[in-house]
């Protein structure tokens, strides 16, 4: 059988030297200048799920000018400055083979780690494997969590799934933490709360930002923009110790900026060995998603199941 995926350089937001790798149904481009990054992620010719942000979008750390860019990243967690916003404006190293991409940069100078995502299209539908990989270069033991993060298209929200229901008569217990931040304000209307999902959405007017974290043990996460659906599905670990109070699923917005964020369990790193975060990625079209939580839950539950949700 004949493989239907390509892949070739193309220049893209203001990058030489991307690859794009495509089914004839969807299409991703990473940057190799830059990165790594996975910088667009949509149908053919149609736009781009992710967010692509200007240079003007930087922050001033000790170790350098770190960028956003947009697109998608990996890091390491817990979050602290400088360490977390090592700059990644050099060119990356790549491999290509029939059906993927690897992109590896060097070590990070100033951390010792080295980051690498492999990039996996699936010849007939929209799903994409990102295989994580961060890897002690140092000569000492790290503790850390890969972290997984992806800056959306304005003008959607995020949805979280909740635990599902189970009546107070038959379950003590509760069902799961939510981290937030100092910040965090959960009277912001860009914010719904309600019975199955909790939801954020952009907002170019409200600057301030906002975010939560929680523990996702359904797995999933997503982005509605118009009638396209962006689903992330994750690993969820029981038992395992989590970043941030417990939590493999984190969002983030402040204006037009809105990021969408998996993570993996914390764990020590010895010298010479690696730690991997696997996240698939799905897109869909025509999502008629309403305004409630039954009319979003009604439009969800075929989809879930098709990617065994």
């Known amino acids: ?20 790798i495509s089914n004839g149904k ?5 940057t190799t ?39 998608h990243r990996l890091w390491h967690a817990p979050e602290i400055n400088p360490r977390s916003y090592v700059p990644d404006d050099l060119p990356v190293g790549y491999e290509i083979a029939a059906e993927s991409i690897k992109i590896t940069p060097k070590v990070e100078l100033h951390t010792g780690i080295q980051k690498e995502i492999l990039i996996e299209i699936d010849p007939l539908s929209t799903k994409v ?50 981290a937030v931040w100092h910040f965090t304000n959960m009277s912001d209307p860009r914010w719904t709360f309600g019975e199955k999902f909790i939801r954020l959405k952009t907002d170019e007017k409200l600057e301030e930002p906002q975010k939560i974290g929680v523990s996702d043990r359904q ?15 994750f690993p969820y ?13 984190e969002t983030y917005t402040a204006g037009n900026f809105m990021e969408l964020e998996s993570l993996g369990p914390l764990s020590i790193i010895e010298p010479g060995c690696s730690v991997v975060h696997v996240e698939e990625w799905y897109l869909f079209e025509n999502v008629n998603a309403g305004s409630s939580d039954d009319e ?5 539950d075929p989809i879930l199941k098709t990617i065994d949700l």
């Open 219 to 233: 797995g999933w996460a997503g982005y509605l923009k118009q009638d396209v659906l962006f689903i992330k599905k």
């Open 296 to 300: 979003l839950a009604s439009a969800l």
């Open 129 to 178: 494997i990102l295989t994580h990989t961060l890897t002690n270069r140092n000569v000492w033991s790290v503790k850390l969590a890969p972290w997984a993060l992806t800056i959306m298209n304005a003008g959607g929200e995020t949805i979280i799934p909740n635990e599902p229901f189970i009546s107070h008569d038959d379950y003590l217990l509760p069902a799961r933490p939510m």
């Open 26 to 30: 969807i299409e991703l481009i990473a």
């Open 237 to 249: 670990v029981e038992g395992a110790e989590y970043p941030d109070y417990g939590c493999n699923c």
């Open 33 to 71: 200048n830059i990165g790594p990054r996975v910088i667009c992620y949509r149908f053919l010719n149609k736009e781009n799920i992710l967010g692509e942000l200007t240079a003007d979008n930087k922050l001033e750390t000790e170790f350098g000018v770190w960028h956003a860019w947009g697109g």
């Open 1 to 20: 059988m004949v493989s239907n995926i390509t892949i070739e350089k193309v220049d893209y937001f203001n990058q030489p030297d991307c690859l794009k």
